[in-house]
């Protein structure tokens, strides 16, 4: 049966690494790359897509609501909700734009989607709805989605997972092995404590008893005579991407390159954390500063999209940000943050300091599929 590889550009770091990590190792799997076009990305982002599009020999850009006599997919949308803006409790945009357009590409063929979650993130990436559709994280110490590794280790599939792993053990180490996978799941020994026991032994063997477990199910994995990925113990972390984008020559998105400004005589360095739109409501408000002084035109046309009492920001309106007073309180709060992160030897990049910030940093994985 045929089974799809699909692999998502975002215009971000990790999902552009991806790409070029997957070019290169994987060249027998026909991956193919599409971008979730938003037509509210920063101009960088269009740049590196477009470079990686070179690299790749090509992206398939989707794009929805076509047809629309609105400017933008988000416009529509945004028009059919009634004004009423995104939020981190109603990601109506990542919905909309994003994932339903990608389920229609891939529609109702097997299919394994590949996702740039890195192997130094503690965090779950995209899983679909769709039983067709299966992701792989390639770049993590344990490739599997949740929704796998509950079925393969849950306690209903204890006698093959005992006998994958007596027919692919080597003797010598059958005994210590066993100790592990015989334990079924219970309160105490839950399924993330048994995968890591069961990855630190061997990752490799730990990957060939998943694949051997999901051979004749409906997995998509599961459809294909062999899968390279399972011989692989790469762990990927921040500084292996942007080696493998520098190396690549596709390079950076500019966006991540830091930019200084000073505040009360106190020097400090701002840039955009994330790839995703300009006016994403995840972004900290010193990125939102950033947008302000370095794309003044997003940042006004982010400010025509707050109306009827809708802001981007909770209890605070991007007219209120841009006051003289605040900016300059924004701009000492990240100076305070990063002399800390300088005391403590600690890059002051605002990319490597995810989580720091007051603000609502567990950005939606789902914008960069």
Not at 16 to 25: E, Q, R, S, T
Not at 28 to 38: G, H, R
Not at 97 to 121: A, H
Request: proline share 5%; with cysteine.
């Amino acid at each position: 049966m045929e089974v799809r590889h699909v692999l998502g550009i975002s215009g971000g770091k990790d999902s552009a690494a991806l790409a070029i990590y997957m070019k290169n190792k994987y060249p027998q799997l026909k991956v193919e790359y599409y971008n979730s076009d938003t037509g509210c990305e920063l101009s960088e982002t269009d740049l590196l897509i477009n470079r990686l599009e070179t690299y790749l020999g090509g992206i398939t850009r989707l794009r929805a609501a076509e047809g629309s006599p609105e400017p933008t997919p988000f416009e529509h949308f945004l028009k059919a909700a009634g004004n009423f803006l995104p939020s981190p409790q109603q990601r109506w945009c990542t919905q909309k734009m994003k994932l339903q357009e990608m389920e229609k590409f891939v529609g109702d063929i097997p299919t394994i989607s590949y996702v740039g979650i890195r192997g130094d993130e503690d965090r779950e990436g995209y899983v679909s709805t769709k039983p067709n559709i299966q992701s792989i994280f390639p770049f993590r110490k344990n490739i599997w989605s949740v929704d796998v590794i509950n079925r393969v280790f849950c306690n209903d599939n204890l006698d093959k997972l005992i006998e994958k792993y007596r027919e692919f053990t080597p003797a010598s180490q059958l005994d210590a092995v066993m100790k592990i996978v015989e334990r079924p799941i219970s309160k105490e020994f839950f399924y993330g404590k048994k995968t890591n026991a069961l990855l630190d032994f061997d990752t490799k063997l730990f990957n060939k008893v998943v694949f051997e477990c999901l051979r004749g199910t409906d997995c998509p994995v599961g459809m294909l005579d062999e899968f390279p990925l399972i011989d692989n113990d790469d762990v990927l972390v921040k500084a292996d991407i942007f080696r493998i984008l520098e190396e690549s020559g596709v390079g950076i998105p500019a966006y991540y390159n830091p930019i200084p400004f000073e505040v009360d005589g106190h020097k400090g360095t701002y840039n955009r954390s994330r790839s995703g739109c300009y006016f994403c409501f995840f972004q900290q408000k010193i990125e939102w500063i950033w947008l302000y002084e370095q794309h003044p035109d997003l940042y006004a046309k982010a400010m025509e999209f707050e109306k009827d009492g809708y802001t981007w920001n909770q209890n605070e309106s991007l007219a209120d940000l841009i006051k003289p007073e605040r900016i300059r309180q924004i701009k000492l709060d990240a100076v305070k943050k990063q002399e800390a992160k300088r005391a403590e030897g600690a890059s002051c990049r605002l990319i490597d300091s995810l989580g720091a910030d007051d603000d609502n940093d567990a950005f939606c994985a789902n914008c960069f599929i």
